[in-house]
């Protein structure tokens, strides 16, 4: 059960057209939402007036913030604690000013969405132009028009850490090596927008509302907050989602915005984004400059690290903004190696561009690209095998769990065996000699590593001072002998009704289709902390093994005292149809509901000023090959393996398919994808003509090699959603510059694109 | 108010007449008598999730108007299969994991049984050729390819 390569539960609906997602949810009378957008990237709003286009066929209304104030809505805020951050609120809808293209000022409800966006046009807005702040640089410069005047600067937030130790490591340290990465901008794309859909429960006033969100728990409790109504008045439910990827983890003005219409029109509204929408005024990610520096003997170990980090936050406006991901790459700087003492200097900084946030990753492929470049790099300058260099900064074997310097409690396997076990299955050495055989015919061919340590299920306390590391199910044995599970997780594609009722089965010792598992949903728990961070098998399994492994023991004991060797059948049916029967002591019913926490996170810092944001982390190697034509800049991959440890695998069939498409998604994030506006703060991909994920003509397979160590948490899960779109990035950067390195070309961008490979290649001629 | 066209057509072999306003695209129609498995992924033809059957080959749903269909016969990846009853291409992508969020599949699913009929033997270039016009996110396409490999083998041509 547990290891098998169950089929998929979700598979028969989604095939068939039978999966609800957010746009299948139609109902009498539902209304619907188009916003009107701001054209410009900054301006004072001089002037709204709906008055056209409250005439529009079909209008119910025409709402603007002081509608909506009016309504009730509360300020939002991005929810983040920690100190040393300017003040910012900001209302569901702009009101005096608009600080990127998008940026939404008024909604419009009507009957069908059609009539919506026709009244749309007809809202007349007034708009003051304001200088246009796109570069996160420029926007430090001294003198540079600032989006927050009461900020007195464009830095919305910086941390640091005390300088002393790297900066004398690195001072002493026989070479150094300081270099600029740059992490370009791209965002999630799931394929199904964003959107969300509300309306009034007329039984008791409070709100239903269907989002299409990866954390419906949380989502629920900002738009309670939002909106005025105690939790316990508003349920969120997470339909069927087409892909989320963090794009869909954030809550948003939009979300909290149909709540507040819902309530106000007393209608049932619906406002799903469209791909416009989504690629301009939702989510983006990455966007971020490194500068490091970096102390290293002559073997090639580290002996210091320091990276400064500046993170294009687009405007803020969001909950945990850039911010979240950014702390996340200051803490796993050095992944898996020991480079000495590690220091950073990170500093947020908001433009007039689409908030930046969360996609898959979230912040650890900025840090691992940086770190494998400077390996690589280092073993270039020294003339060394990159293999080498990495096995000599790898962390020791011992002590486990490793326990680093800032607290994080590493409980890997040994990196070593698991680096040489990537190299023998990719035949490492036979790639350098047929490396070296395709230059001689004027082929530029590359080897590009990844050796990651990706730390998993982290704890969100640490930056929003609540949300923390635990999750909730509930699995009962009904009387006939099936089971339902009930998980504070939400799948968005990842087989979570599969996966999880593999883990209910095999605890219990039934077969997998006797189990149901349901998600999203908050009339089912009392809270859950929903799916990102690679969190979902090891809390919402830990969870379900757990409230399953206690059902198991308390049917054993009734077996027991049944006598007789009874079935499961058997005992389901005497404990619930014959409970007089039971042992005094015992409590009638078969179902157990727990919040389960591994327990090993340490969010704010202890006596000792240790902190430790990961529950666990899973190990994953990855080696891939490429071939570059240096006249188009067109990178082909010629093989691609990964050697993945993330603790005990539930489904191999499902553990691939995650690897293979994040690995996709990665190399995607590269070779095709950037978000790109002009000096003006006009975006110039807004479409999916100029936004280009991959194609099925633009990949090829990823082979995945399993290396199971189990994690001492609940079931001995480790996580691994998001491992090979970490590791892709740095993996092909790493090929591509190993490639280009006789003709004289350094990588030190994430844009490895045909045209931006051309232009290197033009420069070093 | 716009003057409705009512037009008249086959969808999953049923006859259907729908008044449709004359910017209602067959995206919009199908999903309005409540075919909902034709997903709306970018409505500017570029995703593939709304590509559904057009006198038996495939469209882009988005991209056309439903006024424009008069006449003519509509499948849906609901006329294809059922979930007691699914299509060999669908058994061959659940067997496959050729799908995990199942937005794209739909159009997935339509644009490999075209590919089939046409060629029922393609190689793998063939496969990743009639495909690179869908979008998938969530795969990187492997699950996607391999399964209809897999059906070119078990699918008989009809």
Request: hydrophobic share 40%; charged share 20%; glycine share 10%.
């Amino acid at each position: 059960m547990i290891g098998d390569r169950v089929l998929r539960k979700e598979d028969a609906r989604f095939l068939t057209g039978r999966g609800r997602y957010l746009a299948d949810h139609d109902v009498p009378g539902l209304c619907h939402i188009a916003l009107v957008r701001s054209p410009i990237a900054h301006a004072r709003v001089r002037s709204v007036d709906v008055t056209e286009a409250l005439l529009s066929p079909g209008v119910v209304g025409v709402f603007t913030q002081a509608d909506l104030e009016a309504g009730g809505a509360r300020p939002m805020t991005h929810r983040l604690s920690m100190p040393g951050i300017q003040p910012l609120s900001w209302g569901v809808l702009a009101t005096d000013t608009v600080r990127f293209v998008g940026e939404p000022i008024v909604a419009v409800v009507a009957t069908s969405r059609a009539e919506a966006e026709d009244a749309c046009e007809l809202v007349e807005v007034d708009y003051e132009p304001l200088p246009a702040m796109v570069d996160p640089r420029a926007a430090l410069e001294p003198g540079a028009p600032l989006l927050y005047p009461e900020w007195g600067t464009n830095v919305f937030f910086t941390a640091a850490s005390p300088a002393g130790q790297a900066d004398a490591a690195i001072a002493t340290a026989p070479h150094v090596l300081t270099e600029r990465v740059s992490h370009h901008r791209i965002q999630a794309l799931p394929l199904e927008g964003h959107g969300a859909q509300a309306s009034v429960d007329p039984q008791t006033g409070g709100l239903v509302v269907i989002a299409s969100n990866q954390q419906p728990h949380q989502l629920r409790t900002v738009i309670a907050e939002t909106v005025g109504l105690p939790e316990s008045s508003v349920r969120v439910i997470a339909p069927d989602m087409g892909g989320g990827f963090g794009a869909k983890q954030h809550f948003t003005r939009e979300e909290c915005l149909v709540a507040l219409l819902a309530r106000i029109t007393g209608r049932p509204v619906r406002w799903a984004q469209d791909r416009a929408e989504g690629l301009t005024a939702s989510i983006h990610a990455r966007a971020q400059e490194h500068e490091v520096t970096c102390g290293y003997d002559d073997t090639g170990k580290v002996l210091g690290y320091k990276v400064q980090i500046v993170a294009d936050l687009g405007n803020p406006v969001l909950y945990f903004s850039g911010i979240g991901p950014s702390l996340v790459t200051i803490g796993c700087l050095a992944g898996g190696y020991d480079f000495g003492p590690v220091s950073f200097d990170l500093r947020c900084v908001a433009t007039t561009t689409c908030p930046v946030g969360a996609y898959r990753g979230f912040g650890q492929p900025e840090a691992h690209v940086t770190s494998e470049r400077v390996l690589d790099t280092i073993a270039e300058r020294l003339g060394l095998d990159p293999v080498e260099v990495r096995h000599r900064n790898f962390l020791p074997d011992a002590p486990r769990p490793w326990m680093a310097p800032s607290g994080a409690r590493m409980d890997i396997g040994s990196l070593g065996p698991h680096f040489d076990q990537l190299l023998d299955e990719v035949d490492y050495d036979g790639w350098r000699k047929r490396q070296a055989d395709a230059r001689a015919e004027g082929r530029f061919v590359g080897i590009g590593l990844s050796t990651l340590v990706q730390g998993t299920a982290p704890t969100q306390y640490g930056v929003a001072g609540r949300f923390g590391s635990w999750e909730s199910a509930s699995v009962s044995v009904l009387p006939d002998g099936s089971v339902t599970v009930f998980v504070g997780t939400k799948s968005q594609g990842q087989a979570h009704e599969t996966v999880f009722a593999q883990v209910a089965a095999d605890a219990l010792g039934v077969p997998v289709d006797r189990v149901t598992v349901k998600d999203g949903d908050t009339a089912a728990l009392p809270y859950g902390m929903g799916t990102w961070g690679s969190r979902s098998a090891v809390m919402g399994g830990g969870a379900v093994v757990t409230a399953s492994t206690r059902l198991r023991e308390k049917m054993d004991l009734i077996a027991t005292h049944m006598g007789g060797n009874p079935t499961f059948d058997q005992i389901a049916e005497e404990v619930w149809w014959h409970a007089h029967r039971l042992p005094h002591h015992l409590e009638p019913g078969l179902t157990s509901t727990v919040v389960y926490t591994p327990g090993n996170t340490i969010p704010v810092p202890d006596a000792a000023g240790k902190t430790n944001f990961e529950e666990t982390y899973g190990a994953h190697m990855t080696c891939v090959v490429v071939e570059v034509d240096v006249d188009t800049g067109d990178v082909e991959l010629l093989d691609a393996v990964l050697v993945s440890d993330c603790g005990r695998v539930i489904n191999p069939m499902v553990v691939e398919g995650q690897h293979q498409g994040a690995f996709v998604q990665g190399l995607g994030n590269v070779l095709h994808e950037e978000i790109r506006y002009d000096d003006e703060g006009q975006p110039l991909t807004a479409t999916l003509i100029d936004y280009t994920p991959p194609l099925a003509t633009d990949v090829r397979d990823l082979r995945v090699l399993h290396r199971e160590k189990p994690s001492e948490n609940a079931g001995g899960f480790r996580g691994m959603g998001e491992a090979a779109i970490i590791a892709a990035p740095a993996a092909i950067a790493g090929a591509v510059a190993d490639a280009l390195r006789p003709l004289g070309v350094e990588v030190w961008s994430t844009r490895l694109h045909p045209h931006h490979l051309r232009a290197l290649l033009r420069a070093a001629r | 108010m716009t003057a409705l066209i009512e037009t008249a057509l086959s969808v999953n072999g049923e006859r259907r007449i729908l008044d449709v306003e004359p910017r209602t695209t067959l995206l919009d129609a199908l999903r309005g008598i409540g075919l909902t498995g034709t997903h709306a992924g970018c409505e500017h033809g570029a995703c593939g999730a709304c590509t559904v059957l057009l006198d038996g080959e495939t469209v882009r749903s988005c991209l056309v108007l439903a006024g424009q269909c008069g006449g003519r016969e509509v499948t849906t990846i609901e006329g294809l299969g059922t979930p007691d009853a699914l299509h060999p291409v669908m058994e061959s992508f659940r067997r496959c994991h050729g799908l995990q969020c199942g937005f794209c599949t739909p159009g997935m699913v339509l644009t490999a049984v075209e590919l089939l009929d046409e060629n029922p033997s393609p190689t793998e270039a063939e496969v990743r050729e009639a495909l690179s016009g869908n979008i998938c996110r969530c795969t990187g396409y492997a699950g996607i390819v391999a399964a209809v490999l897999d059906a070119s083998s078990s699918v008989v041509s009809e």
